[in-house]
């Protein structure tokens, strides 16, 4: 018989891995936050071998037969070789029901696997069975009924962890609806939740989550993975004071596996009240617990930046855009360049002009501009801000040029620009 460990009880064995799902932003040069990471679970799925058949066990009344996994450590059998598979025996043996059984006044046992001799029906409640017959217990019972809620939470898992929310779905509302009783019924709320998040249901995700949090019984100490994605849902939907909280519940466990994210989505939270010292903070933090050079790398130093030039902050601004760029530049150049880091780029040139042209660095400012319009020569923003320097500069008749360019772009400014400039 398959044993589950207590983990697997408890939560299915819930383990998560880090995976990126960004899309870019549609504006000129004012950054959005983009990076929206989602987690995948590792848990190795059990795939159901082909044409297998499985059979569940329903309502008493309808059930005609019922064939069981053989539960070796409670029937002792008198001939192995010829019934192997049998659920009923002749042993001196007698298994007693243990409390909670399911229903089976009229349920009826197939025993055709057995001897010849022996072969026929016995009914469940029959008065003469003697006690030399072996009767199905609830453990066996319900071992099956654990085998199929498991076989079911792998499906839905399966489903999951390849983005099919909807089909994955299915299965888990199964498990919350049918398999009350059963061990994985608990973490049925939790993989539904992160089906409502996958669907962007944040709210009703949030609920599935706490609610699972209540059936574990769990306290602070225990459901850090929940206070994290709690944290996380709050944070899309703008709810960044509860979602800190969250986080700051989260980050009590320094061994969690996702620890060092709490600290950048929180960053983003403090970023968003505008609390701009303790989002370069948090980020900080990341970036010194992130050795490898990734996606979410790339975004806190370029997010951090972005702050300190809210802090007037401009050179330090300009040292994390020239990283972030250093990051992105190798997946925007061969045959086929990701469109996701060209976006990221050119927000980043931009960015990293306006800096520049703080600090009066109009040359190389206007050349960060012209890198943003040959790899996009139909954003508008670029060219504005490149006449906007070249007017500083002095050079008023090419700068109205160039807002006359960015006017035909579809920029509105430009044409008040031009009001106010090139008269």
């Known amino acids: 018989m398959v044993t589950r460990s207590k983990k697997d009880k408890e939560s299915s064995s819930i383990h998560q891995r880090r995976t990126t799902s960004d899309k870019p932003v549609n504006k000129d040069y004012t950054p959005g936050f983009t990076s929206c990471l989602a987690f995948e679970f590792e848990d190795t799925i059990i795939r ?3 044409k297998q058949r499985k059979k569940t066990v329903q309502d008493s009344a309808s059930v005609k037969s019922i064939k069981a996994p053989v539960d070796s450590s409670k029937l002792t059998l008198k001939n192995k070789k010829k019934s192997k598979t049998s659920l009923l025996e002749n042993t001196g043996n007698t298994d007693t029901l243990e409390s909670r059984p399911p229903s089976t006044a ?3 046992i197939d025993t055709s696997s057995q001897p010849k001799k022996r072969k026929k029906l ?4 029959e008065s003469d069975i003697s006690s030399k017959d072996t009767v199905i217990t609830v453990n066996t019972i319900a071992g099956a009924l654990e085998l199929i809620a498991a076989s079911i939470i792998d499906s839905g898992r399966y489903h999951l962890d390849r983005g099919n929310y909807t089909r994955a779905r299915v299965f888990f509302d199964s498990i919350i609806n049918y398999y009350g009783n059963t061990l994985v019924y608990k973490s049925g709320f939790y993989y539904m939740a992160k089906c409502k998040a996958g669907l962007q249901d944040y709210t009703g995700a949030i609920n599935d989550f706490n609610y699972f949090r209540m059936l574990i019984g769990c306290s602070e100490s225990e459901c850090f993975d929940v206070y994290y994605n709690v944290g996380l849902l709050r944070f899309k939907l703008g709810q960044t004071d509860q979602a800190i909280l969250d986080f700051e519940r989260a980050a009590k466990d320094t061994t969690y596996i ?3 994210y709490i600290f950048f989505y929180r960053g983003f939270c403090y970023a968003q009240q505008e609390k701009y010292i303790n989002a370069i903070q948090d980020l900080t933090r990341f970036l010194n617990m992130e050795n490898a050079q990734t996606f979410s790398t790339a975004e806190a ?3 951090r930046g972005y702050y300190k030039a809210q802090l007037q902050d401009y050179r330090g601004a300009i040292k994390d855009y020239d990283a972030t760029i250093e990051l992105y530049l190798p ?3 061969g045959k086929n360049p990701s469109q996701l880091y060209v976006q990221k780029l050119i927000e980043v040139y931009i960015v990293r002009g306006l800096a520049k042209s703080q600090l009066k660095k109009y040359d190389e400012a206007i050349a960060d501009y012209d890198i943003v319009i040959k ?7 670029p060219y504005r801000l490149k006449a906007l320097d070249l007017i500083k500069k002095g050079e008023i008749e090419q700068g109205c040029l160039e807002l006359s360019k960015a006017g035909e772009l579809g920029s509105k400014e430009a044409y008040a620009d031009i009001k ?4």
Do not use: E, F, G
């Not at 016995?122 to 409640?125: E, F, G, Q, R, V």
């Not at 106010?420 to 008269?423: F, G, V």
């Open 48 to 50: 159901k071998p082909k």
């Open 106 to 108: 009229n349920a009826v």
């Open 122 to 125: 016995i009914s469940a409640n």
């Open 258 to 260: 996702n620890y060092k």
């Open 301 to 303: 130093r370029y997010y």
């Open 331 to 333: 997946y925007t150049t």
């Open 375 to 381: 790899l996009n020569p139909t954003n508008a923003a």
């Open 420 to 423: 106010q400039y090139c008269k």
